[in-house]
């Protein structure tokens, strides 16, 4: 699929999410299509780079992998995750301007699919979706940016992944992921990963299926 995402760097120990219960094979991971690599905890954590497939750009300040790199071609089959998690749902894009963001992926082929506004904490946000391949890009900001010409501003966030058995995660992760509720999307289940407590610097949220992937 055009500007699908095929891998993200994350700057976190390798180890910390074999003990989380991923089959990481070197420092390699794959949910699904994407190849997560891990570049160790030492320096920067937090997800520190994407590649998306046809994208040769940076999209505003997110660190975009062009070109060609070291991962192969084919992603190879690897072990089940003991946790049942298979794939990444969505990425989350924090953005302190998200019109101005949503442009920026326009800019290279990426259009918004639908927007919607939810409630939080801190007050109404507004969401924007794309999709990248399977993956669905989620860009998340304030209704009314405080400075229309901000740039640079956005950056990857967190991630949705999800589970073929929510219970199987609960029972390998324990104390460590939260109790499963009822998502936004009709039938289907979210928890929170507490990362925190695992040395994984990356906020991260584990659904269950769409329907659709349990036919």
């Known amino acids: 699929m055009a500007h699908a995402l095929q891998q993200l760097v994350i700057g976190d120990d390798a180890d910390s999410w074999r003990a989380a219960g991923f089959s990481v094979d070197g420092n390699h991971l794959t949910l699904g299509k994407v190849v997560v690599e891990f570049a160790g905890s030492k320096g920067q954590r937090g997800v ?76 109404e946000r507004r969401q924007s979706f794309l999709w990248a391949g399977r993956v669905i890009i989620e860009v998340i900001g304030p209704l009314q940016p405080e400075h229309a010409d901000l740039d640079g501003e956005a950056s990857i966030w967190g991630l949705a992944l999800v589970s073929s058995n929510l219970q199987t995660t609960s029972h390998v992760l324990d104390a460590h992921l939260s109790e499963p509720k009822d998502a936004v999307q009709p039938g289907r289940k979210i928890a929170t990963m507490r990362t925190k407590e695992l040395d994984i610097s990356v906020p991260i949220v584990v659904m269950s299926p769409h329907t659709a992937e349990l036919a």
């Open 48 to 123: 520190l780079g994407w590649k998306l497939a046809g994208v040769e750009a940076t999209v505003e300040s997110i660190p975009t992998i062009t070109g060609e790199n070291s991962l192969p071609t084919e992603v190879k089959a690897r072990p089940s995750n003991i946790n049942k998690i298979f794939a990444i749902d969505h990425v989350v894009v924090e953005s302190k301007n998200v019109d101005r963001t949503v442009a920026a992926f326009a800019e290279v082929g990426m259009v918004e699919r639908r927007s919607a506004t939810m409630m939080t904490p801190m007050g």
